[in-house]
Nanobody, 126 residues
Framework: QVQLVESGGGLVQAGDSLRLSCAAS??????????VGWFRRAPGKEREFVAG???????TPFYEDSVKGRFTVSRDNNLVYLQMNSLKPEDTAVYYC??????????????????WGQGTQVTVSS
């Protein structure tokens, strides 16, 4: 079973950048996952899809509209990253990394992912 651990969250000002990392243990992304998604949950809101990639199919990474052009998802062996630039106060949320090994597309709903990290807090002040 793959365990995921996110890191890199913190408190930043609007316009700053952060890079979140997601590390896999108990398995590898290559052997145990087809792709990953980054989700976030803001206070009082549902968990929402932010970005995802699927290395099994080679799909172009997919982004939620509000982060297009600002966020970039990437993978380097057993680490997955979410580079977040030009952060806005509305990006404040707990960010979660998730992995799946069933689909050749990029699921944007939470049931599409079997493995989840514990989340990392990102707070953007204005």
């Amino acid at each position: 079973q793959v365990q995921l651990v996110e890191s890199g969250g913190g408190l930043v000002q609007a316009g700053d950048s952060l890079r979140l990392s997601c590390a896999a243990s108990g398995g590898t992304f290559s052997a145990h996952a087809y792709g990953v998604g980054w989700f976030r949950r803001a206070p009082g809101k549902e968990r929402e899809f932010v970005a995802g990639m699927n290395w099994k199919s080679g799909h172009t990474p997919f982004y939620e509209d509000s982060v297009k052009g600002r966020f970039t998802v990437s993978r380097d062996n057993n680490l997955v990253y979410l580079q977040m630039n030009s952060l806005k106060p509305e990006d404040t949320a707990v960010y979660y990394c998730a992995a799946q090994n069933r689909y050749y597309y990029i699921p944007i709903m939470t049931p599409g992912y079997e493995f989840w990290g514990q989340g990392t807090q990102v707070t953007v002040s204005s």
